[in-house]
C-alpha cells in the first residue's frame, strides 16, 4: 500500500512558493468561481472558455516568471508536477510558431472536418479586412505568433 | 457628445439664498456678483450653502447636490462624459454666470457661457413600483428619463439592471395597456375633452414621448436628453421662443472643431496627443512630445511610482491595472501607451524579484524551531500527552508549519516534558553551559534579551528554563562578556549608490514637474483661443441671421408698402 500523503507529512515546497502563493491562490479561487458560475444564456461551447482562459493565464505567469529566471528550477518543476502550470502548453509554447497558443484543442487539426487548426490560429494579415474572430474552444481572438 | 445637452430650468425661479456672509451686488455691466466681506473674495458664482467654505467651486456640483439621494450620480450615467468634458477645467477659467434668474446676456458674451446655461436641472417627478421586484421603483425625472431605484439598498442606476429590466419591461407593457385602456375612455367622454385645452395638449405630448420612445431600441439603455429631445418633448413655452432661442442651437462642428475638442479633452485627461490622436503627426501641437523627459526618464519615472506604490512584484499586470491605484497616480501618464506600460512593468518586477532573492540569501534564515518552542513554552504541560496535545493544538500554524515534520515535534515535545520534570539546579547548571559554548561574535555585551542570536532561542536548554530565572541568568551573564569583535564593513560604497540614486530621482521628479507646468499653461492657452473662437463663430452665425432676416422684411415691405420703406427698416432694425 502506498503511504497516503496528507497535508501534514507532505514535503515542503522549494524555497520562493510563498512569494507567489497569494497570486496561485487568486488564480484557483477565479478558477473555482468560474466552474460554479451559471451557464444560463450561454451557448454550450461557451461554458469552458472561463476554464481556459484562466488556466492559459496562470500557466502563462509561471511560465514568465521561470524564463525571466525569477523562480528557481526546483520550483518551477514542483509546480508543474502539482498541476499548477500546464506542462503540455509549456511545450507547445516552446515550439517557433506557437509562442502565444492559447489552448491545445486550437491545434488538434484531427478533430476538425478540413484538418485544419482552429481560426484563432490564424494571422490576423490573413483574415480578410475588419473580420474578427472567436474561437469556440476557448474564446481565443487570434493567438498567431505575428499579430 | 460634442453637443451641449442640457438648457436649464431653474430661468422662471427665484435663485436660492445666499449663505450668511455674502452680499449680491450689481457690476456695471448688468452682471450680479457676489461679494463675501469676511474672506475678501468675490464671484460671478452663486455660492450656496454647501459650496460656503469653497465659493469658486466648479458650478457642477451645485446642482446635484440638491439631489434625493435617488438621483444617480456616477460614472455609466449618462452625465459621466458630460461631467468628465466640461469638468473643472472648463470653469475655473470663468466664472460661470447661468444661475442667475432673469438675466439677459449681453450679445458678445454667448460663447462658452452657454454651457453652464445648459446645466441639467432634472428632478425625480414620479416613481412607480415594478411588479416582482419588490425593493426596486422606477424612477421618472422632469427630463424624461428614468432610472431604478432600490429602497432598501440606497442604489440607483441608469442602466437598468439584467434581473430588474424583466420587470422594467413588464411594467411598460401594463403601462401601455392602461394608456389604450384610458384612450377608449375618453373616446366616450368626447365633449368634455374639447373644453379641456390643456389636457389634450398633455396627452399628446405624452403620445409623442411614448413613441419616440417605442421607437428608440435603446430605451432600456442610458438615455442621453439632447436639446433636440427637449425640443420634441419638453414643455411647450420653450418652443415659442424666438430667433433668440435659434441662435442657442449649438452650431454644427466640422472636422477641425472635433479635432481641436478632442486636444482639449485629450489635455484635460493628461493623455499625449499619441495616445488619442489619428496619427497625423504634424497637427499635434508643439510641445506636447518634446518636453524634456527623455524616454529613459518616463520609464524611470515609472518605475519610482510602481516602487512608491509597493507592488508586489510577483502580482500580475491585470491584477494591478484592475486595482486601479497607480492609475490615479501624475506619473501614470509619462508613458504613452499600455504596451509600454506593461513592458517597464515587466522590467521593474524583474530587477525587483532578483533584488528580493538577493536580500534573502543575504539574510539568516529564521529558525522554524523558535516559532515552535515558543508554542511550547506556552502550552506544554506534564499533563498532556503527545497525541492530546497535537490535537488540541493542531490549528496553530506552528503545528502547521511543513518545514519540521511531524516527528521531529513530537521528539521535541517529549524532550521538552522530561525537562521540565528535572530540578531546576540541573535546568540552571544546563543553560550556564549553554551560554558559555556561544562564540563572542553572537553574544557579547552589547547583546540584548530581545535580540538573542537564534542557537540559543532553538536550544531546549534555553527554552525549558522558566523566563523570570533565564532572563536575569542571561543579563547577569551578557555583563560579564568583552565587547563584540571588530566587523568588516562594506557599507561606504553602498552609501554611494544610494546618494547617487537619490539624487536622479529629485533630478527626474524636478522635470516632471516643469512639464506638469508646461502641460498646464499650453491647456490654459489653449481654453482661451477656443473660447474666442467659439464667440467668434457665434457671433458669426448671429450677423448672418440678422442680415437673413432684414433681407426678407425689407422685400416684403419694399413690395407692399412701398412710402413706407424707411420705416420698416428701422423698424426691422430695432427688432433684430
Known sequence: MPPIRSARNRKPPPEGFEDIEDTLLEFSNKMKDAENAPHDGKKRHEMLWPIFQIRHQRTRYIWDLYTKDSISKQLYDYLLKNGYADAMLIAKWKKTGYEKLCCLPCIQTKETNFNATCICRVPKARLTEGQTVQCVNCGCRGCASSD | ?576
Open chain 2, 1 to 576: 457628445m460634442l453637443k451641449s445637452t442640457h438648457r436649464p430650468q431653474n430661468v422662471g425661479q427665484s435663485p436660492p439664498p445666499l449663505p450668511p456672509g455674502w452680499t449680491e451686488h450689481k457690476a456695471p455691466t448688468g452682471h450680479s456678483y457676489y461679494y463675501n466681506a469676511e474672506l475678501k473674495k468675490s464671484t460671478y458664482t452663486r455660492p450656496t450653502v454647501q459650496t460656503e467654505s469653497t465659493p469658486a467651486e466648479p458650478a457642477f456640483g451645485s446642482p446635484w447636490q440638491s439631489y434625493p439621494p435617488g438621483i444617480p450620480v456616477q460614472a455609466g450615467s449618462p452625465f459621466g462624459p458630460f461631467q468628465q468634458q466640461y469638468g473643472d477645467g472648463f470653469h475655473r477659467a470663468e466664472p460661470a454666470i447661468g444661475f442667475q434668474s432673469g438675466f439677459t446676456r449681453p450679445r458678445d458674451g454667448r460663447g462658452h457661457h452657454d454651457r453652464a446655461r445648459h446645466q441639467p436641472q432634472d428632478r425625480p417627478k414620479s416613481k412607480h413600483a415594478i411588479p416582482d421586484c419588490s425593493p426596486w421603483l422606477l424612477v421618472r425625472t422632469k427630463l424624461k428619463r428614468r432610472f431604478v431605484y432600490n429602497s432598501e439598498t440606497n442604489e440607483s442606476y441608469w442602466r437598468i439592471p439584467e434581473d430588474v429590466m424583466k420587470g422594467v419591461v413588464e411594467f411598460d407593457r401594463i403601462e401601455r395597456e392602461k394608456k389604450e385602456a384610458r384612450e377608449r375612455g375618453e373616446d366616450v367622454s368626447e365633449t368634455l375633452k374639447d373644453t379641456k385645452q390643456t389636457e389634450v395638449a398633455r396627452t399628446e405630448e405624452q403620445d409623442g414621448s411614448e413613441a419616440a420612445e417605442d421607437v428608440e431600441s435603446d430605451e432600456y439603455e442610458e438615455v442621453e436628453v439632447t436639446d433636440e429631445e427637449d425640443d420634441l418633448n419638453e414643455n411647450p413655452t420653450k418652443r415659442q421662443k424666438t430667433e433668440e432661442e435659434q441662435v442657442d442651437q449649438p452650431v454644427d462642428f466640422n472636422e477641425d472643431d472635433i479635432a481641436y475638442q478632442l486636444a482639449a479633452m485629450g489635455q484635460e485627461y493628461g493623455l499625449d496627443p499619441g495616445e488619442y490622436g489619428d496619427g497625423e503627426g504634424q497637427e499635434w501641437e508643439e510641445g506636447a512630445e518634446g518636453l524634456p523627459l527623455t524616454e529613459e526618464d518616463s520609464a524611470a519615472l515609472f518605475k519610482d511610482l510602481l516602487s512608491d506604490h509597493n507592488l508586489n512584484p510577483f502580482s500580475t499586470w491585470d491584477k494591478i491595472i484592475d486595482e486601479g491605484r497607480i492609475i490615479d497616480d501624475d506619473r501614470y501618464t509619462v508613458l504613452p501607451n499600455m504596451k509600454a506600460r506593461r513592458a517597464v512593468w515587466d522590467e521593474w518586477a524583474q530587477d525587483k524579484i532578483r533584488d528580493i532573492r538577493a536580500k534573502k540569501e543575504k539574510e539568516v534564515k529564521k529558525d522554524p524551531r523558535i516559532p515552535y518552542f515558543t508554542l511550547l513554552e506556552k502550552y506544554a504541560t506534564p499533563k498532556l500527552y503527545w497525541q492530546e496535545f497535537k490535537r488540541k493544538y493542531k490549528k496553530e500554524s506552528e503545528m502547521r508549519d511543513l518545514k519540521l515534520s511531524d516527528k521531529d515535534r513530537e521528539k521535541w515535545y517529549r524532550e521538552y516534558i522530561s525537562r521540565l520534570k528535572l530540578s531546576s539546579s540541573t535546568l540552571k547548571s544546563d543553560l550556564s553551559v549553554l551560554l558559555k559554548s556561544l562564540p563572542l561574535s553572537e553574544l557579547n555585551r552589547s547583546s540584548q534579551l530581545e535580540n538573542l542570536p537564534s542557537a540559543l532561542l532553538s536550544d531546549l536548554r534555553f527554552v525549558s528554563v522558566s523566563p523570570s530565572v533565564r532572563d536575569e541568568l542571561i543579563s547577569a551573564y551578557i555583563s560579564t562578556l568583552p565587547a563584540a569583535p571588530e566587523p568588516t564593513d562594506l557599507s561606504e560604497e553602498d552609501q554611494t549608490v544610494k546618494s547617487k540614486e537619490a539624487e536622479e530621482r529629485k533630478r527626474r521628479e524636478k522635470a516632471l514637474q516643469a512639464r506638469a507646468k508646461k502641460v498646464e499653461e499650453d491647456k490654459r492657452r489653449q481654453q482661451k483661443e477656443l473660447d474666442y473662437g467659439k464667440d467668434r463663430l457665434r457671433e458669426e452665425e448671429e450677423q448672418i441671421q440678422q442680415a437673413m432676416k432684414f433681407g426678407k422684411q425689407g422685400l416684403l415691405s419694399h413690395l407692399e408698402t412701398a412710402p413706407e420703406h424707411g420705416t420698416e427698416i428701422a423698424n426691422g432694425n430695432t427688432q433684430a
